[in-house]
């Protein structure tokens, strides 16, 4: 492990240790904040009966179904809008309407359309990482350079081939870099939406252990949720970010 | 003596162009004929805001004239076409592709399969001195380098015409002057036409067989002064102290400024 990397890890170790010796010099009730080995036995049980797996598993999976219905219909909508007048005109002031609306307003209305459970939570989410992911379509495909355009054009380019060649993969440089944003939303959004319209997930498994005061429950799924994010952002959109705009020259770090 | 053909013919052109910014219209060239003929390398000179390379976009293609004639070949100019190769100042190459691929890819949008179309690059990266960085990205060249990677890209297209628009504006003066040398030598091996558009009438008369020199705003052309200078000639270490190349680039010099007494 790199010196940069480890040097991440003094925050959270000093977290715990805070955590660890709080309960010798403040006196408070468990509940409010039980002790560290409580949380820890208790992850050691909830991955033992597969309770813990179950819920992670639930939330990733409307997660991925979320990123791609909300990517797949925002990517060739935000072409339309960055390439044509038109299409810009007319739907601007809607979307602009509809994004003050945050993901999570949606909640209600979608309990009503598509009832407590995955329907509502995917919509909440793929609604979230379609706003995020529009934005990201619009601005990356405009912010491609006149130069760029003409240079294409003058070698032929035209129609499906200026598509191809120049519009989406310029356009994938902005949406790269926004994928970590939108997915981060979409993250947040699917904990809320599980909270109140969910029959499972993580979302699901912290409000429910509020009902029984079930403290360390509420705690190992907020450190879950942290957790995972952590590791999707390290395992997925760093290397994605490498292999691409970072080799192209285009985002420096 | 036969007249040489005509490949780009401009006759009385208006052309504007739009302030973005401020929404307004700008006449940027007015009442402008030039002939460019078969093969050579003519030069573009004027101060700028002359609409030099106004000029060019219209050739290109990508601007629209307001009033006059524009042909290549006879034939009105609609708009961009693989027929005129366009290089540009700020080099234009995709990031996100390599050196190669850059290269290769007006042969890619006209279907050339992937082989063909790659030994066709090697060949004009050879040329252009630059196999070493085929299977860089863009990012990582120098100027110089992006330039000619520009070039040969043009090249590899195999164009009628190649525009250049002020192509070495943003290099080193050094580098420039290995730059220009390195153009002609490329040049010499396809001998397309070329209209090559600068502020510098040093880069105009070395590489030019012809210069046309533009009035300040709204640009015409006032005159055109041929370089009668032999291209085997055409190096810095012979023309730097040679007397009939700085009779030619005084003459052009004078007439830019507007110091050779003849009317704009």
């Known amino acids: ?253 | 003596m036969n007249s040489p053909k005509v490949r780009i013919a401009a006759r009385d052109l208006r052309l504007e162009y739009r302030d973005e910014a401020r929404g307004e219209h700008h006449l940027a060239v007015e009442k402008l004929s030039l002939d460019v003929r078969e093969n050579e390398f003519l030069c573009v000179v004027g101060p700028s805001g002359c609409g030099k390379s106004t000029l060019i976009s219209a050739i290109a293609g990508f601007l629209k004239p307001v009033a006059g004639e524009l042909t290549l070949d006879g034939k009105r100019i609609e708009g961009p076409g693989a027929d005129r190769g366009v290089v540009f100042q700020e080099y234009a190459l995709l990031p996100w592709m390599t050196v190669l691929d850059n290269v290769a890819l007006g042969p890619k949008l006209k279907g050339v399969p992937k082989t063909e179309r790659h030994e066709r690059a090697r060949h004009y990266l050879a040329m252009a001195n630059l196999s070493d960085a085929a299977l860089k990205f863009p990012h990582e060249l120098s100027g110089g380098m992006k330039q000619r990677t520009a070039v040969a890209r043009t090249l590899a297209n195999e164009p009628q015409v190649m525009l250049m628009d002020e192509p070495f504006a943003a290099i080193d003066a050094q580098t420039r002057m290995t730059l220009q040398e390195e153009l002609l030598r490329i040049w010499s091996k396809s001998r397309i036409t070329v209209l090559f558009v600068t502020h510098s009438v040093e880069e105009a008369c070395f590489l030019g067989d012809r210069v046309a020199i533009l009035t300040p705003g709204p640009g015409r052309v006032k005159e055109i002064v041929d370089v009668p200078i032999a291209r085997d000639r055409r190096n810095w270490a012979t023309l730097g102290a040679d007397p009939e190349f700085a009779r030619i680039r005084d003459y052009v010099l004078a007439s830019v400024r507007g110091v050779d007494g003849k009317a704009a």
């Open chain 1, 1 to 253: 492990m790199k010196l940069s990397n480890a040097i991440g890890l003094l925050p959270f170790a000093a977290a715990l240790t805070a955590w660890a010796i709080l309960p010798l010099y403040v006196d408070y009730p468990s509940y409010m904040l039980p002790p560290l080995p409580d949380v820890w036995t208790h992850l050691l049980e909830a991955l033992a009966d597969g309770t813990l797996a179950g819920h992670v598993a639930n939330s990733l999976g409307r997660l991925a179904l979320g990123f791609a219905v909300g990517t797949g219909i925002a990517i060739p909508l935000g072409i339309a809008i960055a390439l044509n007048r038109h299409v810009a005109d007319t739907l601007k002031p809607l979307l602009t309407f509809l994004q003050s609306i945050a993901g999570i307003a949606w909640v209600p209305l979608a309990i009503i359309w598509f009832g407590i459970g995955i329907g509502s939570v995917v919509f909440v989410i793929a609604n979230t990482i379609f706003f995020a992911t529009l934005y990201n379509t619009v601005i990356g495909v405009q912010a491609i350079p006149q130069a760029l355009h003409r240079a294409v054009r003058s070698l032929g380019g035209k129609g499906l081939s200026l598509a191809s060649v120049l519009i989406l993969p310029g356009a994938l440089v902005q949406l790269i870099v926004g994928f970590r944003t939108a997915m981060a939303y979409g993250w947040r959004a699917l904990v809320a939406a599980e909270m109140i319209a969910g029959t499972n997930g993580l979302g699901y498994m912290t409000i429910e252990a509020v009902q029984w005061y079930r403290t360390e429950t509420v705690l190992l799924g907020m450190i879950a949720i942290g957790l995972i994010w952590l590791v999707m952002d390290r395992l997925i959109f760093e290397p994605i970010e490498r292999v691409t705009v970072r080799r192209w020259g285009i985002v420096q770090r």
